[in-house]
């Protein structure tokens, strides 16, 4: 059997593929401090006095990377700073040579702040921050920077009104929601998810690394990983919780216009989801009648997932079967960089027909985010 | 046998809002009489998993609706199936609020001097 590098060398690509990356992440260089001219000087002033630090995002000793950091090593700028921290490294590496026309910038430290690290309040003021970081710092120098803005996923409310206050903005593709341990068909959720259809904005959810650490973010079910590796594999667990929880919920019935894109949790456990999920709506209806269609079509229309992290079964071709199975209209092209799981375009799902690849590399992301 | 069938009981052995089986030839058929006055003969086999369908609960259902609301409705017209739950129009045989609906098994009746007749 051939490896997907194999498959690359026997079967060059026929055309030029147009590629939108769904999940990049960008660091914020020189730590928190960067961000302390956009918000109140009495705020700044606190993290300050905190010694506020974002160097890592607090992971415990047993969930630190193996090989010392989720970031590539091979990332770093020429001044040696850590990947993902310098827009113009990540033009000249990773959009430039793979030809990619728009990445999603979705950061993991404010992510990580607005699910577990920082109190309500201070969530609120560093999303506010991280946004007009960016905002100001990113998407003018490029284009093709696409960011998915943060909110503080502790106060709906004030969630939605950042929402309003800059996801007007043209490059705001997203509204990055980092998950806690409420489940997303819960009508806790609703304020975010009017003002997201109200801006024709994507959710997106994604791991923040808090991850099965702290109270009051999402656990791994069972128990407690004991390693990286046993974090890492059940992370989608939380994705699987939160399809459900949408979908049950009557979430795309209260608000038919909404998307929700499932970034970094892979995809290949959707299909048994699906299905067991439409079996039992099939069977019990009524205790949830806002359910009106089977459950397959809301996740269809409604959400999608991005690619990465890819498996890797024996055969290739196995997660080609996978893929026809369950149907090319919920992939959307993600590589992750600059952690060490990025999936790079020239290598990946190079077992898909050419149709499908441009639907899974370009055009379901074309539809799901607010690309203007 | 008349003309009209197989002759299952008297009307009023057949109490409204229940299912009572019955035997014709080989075939179990359960009874059903609708408060309207009209009387149903169904296939006691579920066409979903070959369930005894008509030993399930004769009863009302929520149909769709908005998020976080019940409405009530089609009380004593609804067959629901005792395993799987499959919910059924006892008038129509067909299951309830489904794109593509699985049917089951409906026999003609006639009342005839106080007697049900059922047509197999």
């Given amino acids: 059997m051939d490896t997907q590098a194999e498959l690359t060398e026997k079967r060059p690509a026929k055309a030029a593929l147009r590629i939108i990356d769904c999940d990049v992440h960008p660091t914020v260089r020189g730590g928190v401090a960067s961000i302390y001219p956009y918000m109140p000087e009495a705020w700044s002033r606190r993290f300050a006095r905190k010694n506020t630090t974002m160097a890592s995002i607090a992971l415990t000793t047993k969930y630190q990377h193996p090989n010392g950091s989720a970031i590539r090593e091979d990332t770093r700028n020429a001044q040696g700073e850590v990947g993902g921290s310098d827009p113009h490294q990540i033009i000249a590496e990773h959009i430039g040579p793979n030809n990619i026309e728009a990445v999603l910038l979705n950061c993991l430290q404010s992510g990580a702040f607005c699910s577990a690290l920082a109190t309500v309040d201070e969530s609120i003021v560093l999303a506010s921050s991280f946004n007009d970081y960016f905002l100001n710092e990113w998407l003018s120098i490029d284009r093709r920077f696409r960011y998915a803005m943060a909110v503080p996923s502790l106060d709906p409310a004030a969630a939605a009104d950042e929402i309003r206050r800059v996801g007007r903005h043209p490059q705001i593709a997203a509204i990055s929601v980092a998950p806690i341990n409420v489940l997303m068909g819960n009508r806790y959720w609703w304020p975010i998810y009017a003002a997201a259809q109200e801006h024709d904005l994507p959710i997106v959810v994604h791991p923040t690394g808090t991850d099965s650490i702290y109270q009051g973010t999402p656990m791994s079910a069972g128990g407690i990983p004991d390693s990286y590796i046993e974090r890492y594999v059940t992370l989608c667990q939380g994705a699987e919780s939160n399809v459900n929880s949408l979908v049950i919920s009557g979430t795309f019935e209260k608000f038919p216009k909404l998307k929700v894109l499932f970034a970094e949790f892979g995809f290949t456990w959707m299909l048994p989801l699906v299905w067991r999920m439409d079996r039992t709506w099939r069977q019990l209806r009524h205790e949830t009648p806002w359910v009106k269609r089977s459950p397959v079509d809301y996740v269809h229309d409604h959400i999608r997932f991005t690619t990465q992290p890819l498996d890797e079964p024996h055969d290739p071709e196995d997660l080609d079967r996978l893929i026809q199975l369950m149907g090319t209209d919920h992939l959307c092209f993600s590589t992750d960089y600059p952690h060490w799981d990025n999936d790079m375009p020239d290598l990946s799902l190079r077992t898909l027909s050419p149709a499908d690849r441009k639907k899974v590399f370009f055009e379901n992301a074309l539809q799901t985010l607010r690309l203007n | ?120």
Avoid at chain 2, 56 to 79: A, C, M, Y
């Fill in chain 2, 1 to 120: 046998m008349s003309k009209n069938g197989v002759n299952v009981g008297q009307v009023a052995d057949f109490p409204v809002g229940k299912c009572r089986l019955v035997k014709v030839g080989d075939v179990e058929i359960g009874i059903v009489r609708l408060a309207n006055g009209e009387v149903h003969a169904i296939r006691n086999r579920c066409p979903h998993k070959g369930a005894p369908v008509c030993k399930g609960i004769v009863g009302g259902t929520w149909p769709p609706s908005q998020v976080g609301s019940l409405d009530f409705v089609r009380d004593g017209e609804v067959l629901i199936c005792p395993w799987h739950g499959y919910e059924y129009d006892i008038k129509t045989g067909v299951e309830l609020y489904q794109d593509s609906p699985t049917r089951l098994r409906k026999y003609q009746t006639t009342i005839e001097s106080g007697s049900v007749f059922v047509t197999i």
